[in-house]
C-alpha cells in the first residue's frame, strides 16, 4: 500500500463523525515528518478473524477503537437480521478489565439497539466464561466480550459468540468477516442507542452461574476435611476477582488469601509485564505470598478469566509452576477417578481436547473405558465436538495446553473459574489422602506414563518473517525427517493435506479431520513433534511430547532429567535452537 493510499485513508477519516480529540491527533500523525506511525495507524483495515478483532488500541484503522469496534459491530448486527428474519434479536455483551474495555461495550450496545437488538449488559466487568453462559441462559442468538485476553496492557479485543455460547464458527465466521468488510465508512454505522432495548445484569446472573459450577464438586466431604486448604489466588488486575474467590467459598474453602496489589481491576496491568498466568514472571507477587504463608495452591487467572495457572509444592518443599499439560492431565484424572469412585460416571461419557495437548490424557481416558476426541487448536472447535454430540453423549470435560480448561456443557468456552474451583478441590482430595497436588500428579504419571512436553515460539518479523515460516512449513512437509534424536519417524500427520502418512509401510490414509496448516511427526519411541504457525502473525509454534515409564517416586527427578534433556536434544536435531 503506498503513502497516498495511506495519507487518503487518513483523511477519510478526518472528515468522519469522530471528535475533535481524534481528529487533532490524525491532524499531528499527518503533519509528522516521521511517518510511521500514520502508516502503522491506517496501511490497512484491522482484519476481522475467525474470531473477531483484536490489536493495540488507538486512532485508526488498523488500530481497536470504538469507531473500528462500531463497524465489526454493524456487519455483525446485519448478519444476525439475515439470519434470524422475524424473531426477536438477543446479543448479551461483557468486558473485563482492559483500558477503555467499559466504553467499547457501551458502543457495542449503542449500535445493536440502534438496529433494533435487544440487549443484556452486564453492569460491570465480568469473566468471559460468563458471557458464554449468559447467552445460552438468555436464549441470545449472539455475544460479544471486550477483551485481549492475556495480551500486553496496549491491545484491546472484540470477541464474538453465537447462540450456542461457543466462539463463531464456519459458516458463521467468514459470513460475519464479508458483512463487517462491507462497512466501508465509520458514517455507515448506525450508533444512534435505544436505551429501551437495554437490560442490565449482574449479580442475579452471578448467583445461577456459580449454583452450575457447584454442581461440579465430587469431593464435599473432603472439602470439609480440608476447608482450611491455604489457597492463594490472584486476578493479575483482572476480572476473576469478581467471581473467583466467591466461587472457591461457595465450594466450602475458607483460608482464600488474596493477592492484593493485584486484586484491583487496572488495565495498566502495573504489577506485570504480561497478564499472562503461563509466564513465570506474572506470577511472582502470587508465589511469594504463597512461600509466605506456606500455601498448598497458588492460582492466578488472566484478566478475561479464562485461563489458570497454578503452582504447588514440589518433591524439594519448592513452589514450582505446572504447565497447561500437567494441570489439564490432573483435572481429567481427578474427573474420571472420582466419577468412577462415587458410580457416577456416564457410560457415554466423553472427554475433548486439542492434538496439540498431551497424549496422557488419552492414556488416563483408556483406562477409564471413556472416549477421549481430538480438536483443533482453540475452544470453539472443541465446542463444535460438543454440538455435535449433543442428546447423544455426555460431556465431562476437555482442555487444551495453554492453561484452558472446560468442565460440564453449561459453558462453551474455556472457563479459569469453574476450573480454579476444581483445582482447589483436587488439592483438597489430595491433601486428604496424605498427599500433595504435586505427589498426587507423580501418582498419575506412575500409573499411566510419565509425559513431559514443552513449547518453543518463535515470531518472524514482518512480510519476510511469514515467507519464512511458510518456507520452514514447507521444508518439513515435503522433506520430513526420517528420524528425530535417533528415533524413527514413524507416521507423520499433515493437517493441511488431510492426510496420515505411515512413513515404515509407505502407505498414507484420508484424516476425518477439518483443514488447518498444523504438521505432526510421531516417533519410534512415542515422541510427538508438533509445528504450527499462528493464522494472525508471523509466529510458528512447535510443540514437544516424550514420555518414559515411572516406577517409583524415587526416579522421578531423575526421570525428569532424562526427558527434559530428550526435549533438547529434539530442538537440536530439528535445528530450533
Known sequence: MNNNHIIDKANQWLSSNITKTEQEEIKSLLNSDDKTQ??????????????????????????????????????????????????????????????????????CASVFTANGIEVYFFESLRPTPELSFTIRHFGCQSGVVI????????????KVYWDDGAQITPPHDTNII?????????????????????EFIGKEVDEIYLNEVKKLSLSPNA????????????????????????????????????VEEQQEPNGDFPTVIYPNPEEEEAMTLALKKAQEIDADLVMATDPDADRVGIAVKNLNDEFELLNGNQTGALIIYYLLRKLTENATLPKDGYIVKTIVTTELIDEICNHFSVDCFDSLTGFKHIATIIRGLEGKQTYIGGGEESYGYMLGDFVRDKDAVSACAIIAE?????????????????????????????????TKKGKSGSEEIAKMMSQFRNNPPLEINGSKVVKLYDYQSGLMTDLLKDTSEKLDFPTSNVLQFLTEDGSKISARPSGTEPKIKFYFS????????????ETKKLLLNKIQKIKTDLKLV
Open 223 to 258: 472439602i470439609n476435611n480440608q476447608k482450611d486448604l491455604k489457597i492463594v489466588y490472584s486476578s493479575i488486575h483482572g476480572s476473576g476477582i469478581t467471581l473467583v474467590p466467591q466461587c472457591l467459598e461457595n465450594f466450602g474453602f475458607r483460608n482464600i488469601n488474596i
Open 178 to 198: 464479508n458483512e463487517v468488510s462491507n462497512i466501508n465508512s465509520i458514517d455507515s454505522v448506525n450508533s444512534d442507542k435505544d436505551e429501551s432495548k437495554i
Open 426 to 458: 483436587m488439592t483438597a482430595f489430595a491433601k486428604d489422602e496424605g498427599k500433595s497436588l504435586y505427589e498426587f500428579m507423580i501418582d498419575m504419571y506412575k500409573q499411566f506414563g510419565f509425559y513431559q512436553e514443552n513449547l518453543i515460539s518463535i
Open 546 to 557: 516424550v514420555k518414559e515409564n515411572l516406577n517409583n517416586v524415587s526416579e522421578y527427578d
Open 147 to 158: 477483551t485481549a485476553s492475556h495480551n500486553p496492557r496496549e491491545y484491546n479485543g472484540y
Open 38 to 107: 500514520l502508516e502503522d495507524a491506517f496501511y490497512k483495515n484491522l482484519e476481522f478473524g475467525t474470531g473477531g478483532l483484536r490489536g493495540i488500541m488507538g486512532i485508526g484503522s488498523n488500530r481497536i477503537n470504538k469507531y473500528t469496534i462500531g463497524m465489526a459491530t454493524q456487519g455483525l448486527a446485519n448478519y444476525l437480521k439475515k439470519s434470524f428474519v422475524n424473531q426477536t434479536i438477543k446479543v448479551a455483551i461483557a468486558h473485563d478489565s482492559r483500558n477503555n474495555s467499559s466504553e467499547f461495550a457501551n458502543y
